[in-house]
């Protein structure tokens, strides 16, 4: 399967705690993307980087990537009740120019 | 910001009827577009790349005949699955790019839940 794995499937923490959800990928990529999806509805964009860069900030959000691993991190810092939502990494593969999403982190803010 | 509209957001259709579902860039010019199916709980499984003017691409699996897409504009491609049956039932959602390259980030329409009964 070209999709991405994210760990963990689901995540519990309370309101005022950081969050931290993992992507791993197979194959080489041009960047990745982090969705936002609230129960039963589209998905938003959030940040993408570039395979070129490393690091990257928005507001309370921190994604790092390691091409070297294969691997990316969401961080949501300060988490409120309203972050509660599933969040999906997307890997962009320029050879066949789609876009492949993980499988996703369901993360509840606890009040 | 770029917006995608959907429509309809929900459908019940009988087993063998076709629904179609269009898919809407409002205020960008959209010349490809993507269309996902979504099974609760679960991660968005590529469909097809529709390319305005052109066929769509279908992934691996995807039966072309049974899921057609048409992107006729610029701003509007639609969706239509033939003779559905109830395993069809899933949640579809269709997504743009704003610019041709490949960091520019998808914009997504709300989904349409389809069920078939």
């Known amino acids: 399967s070209q999709q991405g794995e994210e760990d963990p499937q689901a995540l519990s923490i309370q309101e005022g705690e950081n969050a931290t959800m993992n992507c791993s990928y197979k194959?080489?990529?041009?960047?990745l993307q982090w969705y936002r999806q609230n129960s039963g509805r589209g998905l938003v964009h959030l940040i993408l980087?570039?395979?070129?860069?490393r690091e990257k900030h928005s507001g309370r959000l921190r994604v790092t990537l390691d091409t070297s691993k294969k691997s990316s991190s969401l961080l949501i810092t300060a988490s409120r009740a309203a972050d509660t939502a599933s969040y999906f990494c997307a890997m962009y593969m320029n050879r066949d120019d789609k876009i492949i999403f993980g499988k996703g982190t369901r993360l509840h803010i606890l009040p | 910001g770029a917006v995608v509209s959907q429509h309809p957001s929900r459908v019940i259709c009988k087993s063998g009827t076709s629904v179609k579902i269009e898919c809407r860039s409002l205020?960008?010019?959209?010349?490809?577009m993507f269309w996902y199916r979504q099974f609760p709980k679960q991660s968005l499984m590529l469909m097809a790349t529709?390319?305005?003017?052109?066929?769509?691409?279908?992934e691996q699996g995807v039966e072309k005949d049974k899921f057609l897409i048409n992107h006729a504009s610029l701003t509007l491609s639609t969706l239509t699955v033939t003779s559905a049956h109830p395993e069809d039932s899933s949640f579809y959602i269709c997504?743009?790019?704003?610019?041709?390259?490949?960091?520019?980030?998808?914009?997504f329409g709300n989904g349409t839940r389809l069920t078939v009964t």
């Open positions: 205020d960008f010019q959209a010349t490809t």
């Open positions: 529709s390319n305005e003017g052109s066929k769509a691409t279908y």
């Open positions: 194959t080489s990529i041009n960047n």
């Open positions: 997504s743009a790019r704003t610019g041709i390259s490949y960091n520019s980030p998808l914009h």
């Open positions: 980087i570039r395979s070129n860069e």
